[in-house]
């Protein structure tokens, strides 16, 4: 279910395609969204294949990214995320908030996937997508 109250100012925590240099690079939309800084959050990163899918919470970190966006933008990565108001989605909206080197901890939008899409899905130690999906020397 999305978040019934908007962030003031909103804010994303992104951690696999949408990372910088990554597939779907949030930097692609517009108005370009700003970048804030980078972050970890608790939480478990699973391999999906083309894309990864986090859960919150637990001893593991994910690295990430956050950025300031507009409301268009949101509304953009609600669609790409594919979240359903239901809760049915692919993924779901949560808030976290994210400790950012120089700034302090920063209130986000994290994009939660499914708990039924990760059941069979391997673990990514690292916490990291972009380093995952890195070519091997």
């Known amino acids: 279910m999305p978040d019934p109250e908007p962030l003031t100012p909103r804010h994303v925590f992104v951690y696999g395609t949408l990372r910088a240099g990554g597939t779907n690079d949030i930097r692609r939309y517009r108005p370009p969204p700003q970048w804030v800084g980078q972050g970890a959050v608790a939480g478990t990163l699973y391999d999906l294949g083309a894309y990864p899918g986090i859960t919150l919470g637990g001893e593991g970190r994910v690295i990430g990214e956050v950025y300031t966006v507009c ?24 808030r976290v908030r994210v400790p950012v080197a120089g700034i302090g901890d920063v209130d986000c939008l994290v994009y939660e996937i499914h708990p039924d ?21």
């Open 71 to 94: 409301d268009d933008v949101e509304a953009a990565l609600d669609r790409l995320e594919e979240v359903r108001d239901d809760g049915s989605g692919e993924y779901r909206r949560r």
């Open 117 to 137: 899409r990760v059941r069979a899905a391997p673990v990514i130690a690292s916490g990291d997508w972009l380093e995952h999906r890195a070519p091997q020397a």
